[in-house]
Structures are given as structure tokens and as C-alpha cells.
């Protein structure tokens, strides 16, 4: 999304690793890892770029090209917080009906939208009620 709405909008990622990919928690835990080295956007970018060959040697080859330091990288991924961020995402995600991803909530409603027009429409939307 271009920097238009910059200041005026926050993206909130969460996780819901699906049970049908078998490499979905490992790109999750490999995308909060590479967060705590500030890659966490190249990181998610190159995930989605790839989706469709993602598995180990592909998480570790992206960690590589962005340039991790590959022993905390490696370290990371395991780390007892990230295994908890994740739980609790998919925990929320189940409470509030996510069944796939990507699912896009705006101010709390969930979107169901047919293109990417839609998706502006409703922030512009949005935007403007929340400047009156």
C-alpha cells in the first residue's frame, strides 16, 4: 500500500498458521525471528512471494538473503515468547471466527472483500467517519 495513509492507518499482523500447510507455523515463527533483527517486512514480503515453495531450506535461504545474523536467527525461531505470540494469535483468531488466512479485519469488523478497490473504499470509508 503506498505511504498515503502512512500516518493514518495501523496494520496489525497476526498469526494463524494452517494445520493444511505443513510449513505455515515454521514461516511464522521465521518471520518473528527475523523481526527481532528488524526484517520482519522483508521477511513477511518474501514469505508471500514464495508461498507456494515454502519449507525449510527456503525459510533459511530468505533468511539469508535479507542478511540475518543465521545463529540468533536460528536461536529465535524457538524461542518460548514467539511460541506463545503464535498460540495466542490462533487462539484469538478461533474466538473471533478466522477459519483462513489472509483474513482482514477494519475497526474490528471483518471484511469480506472481492478486490483491492474494496478493500480502499472501505478505509476511505472508515477514515472519514473517523474524522467527523
Known amino acids: 500500500m503506498s505511504d498515503k495513509y502512512k500516518d493514518k492507518i495501523k496494520i496489525v499482523i497476526k498469526f494463524f ?4 500447510h505443513t510449513f505455515s507455523r515454521k514461516a511464522a515463527q521465521a518471520a518473528l525471528a527475523a523481526h527481532k533483527q528488524g526484517k520482519f517486512w522483508g521477511f513477511h514480503e518474501k514469505l508471500f512471494e514464495n508461498y507456494k515453495t515454502i519449507n525449510d531450506d527456503k525459510i533459511i535461504q530468505i533468511a539469508k538473503e535479507l542478511k ?3 545463529d540468533k536467527f536460528k536461536a529465535d525461531r524457538n524461542l518460548p515468547d514467539i511460541q506463545a505470540l ?3 494469535d490462533i487462539q484469538n483468531g478461533r474466538k473471533i471466527g478466522v477459519a483462513g488466512t489472509p483474513t482482514i479485519f477494519i475497526n474490528g469488523k471483518k471484511a469480506n472483500l472481492k478486490n483491492f478497490t474494496e478493500f480502499i473504499n472501505i478505509i476511505e470509508s472508515e477514515l472519514k467517519k473517523n474524522s467527523k
Not at 17 to 20: A, E, G, K, V, W
Open 17 to 20: 498458521p494452517l494445520t493444511s
Open 86 to 88: 503464535i498460540n495466542r
Open 68 to 70: 540475518l545474523d543465521m
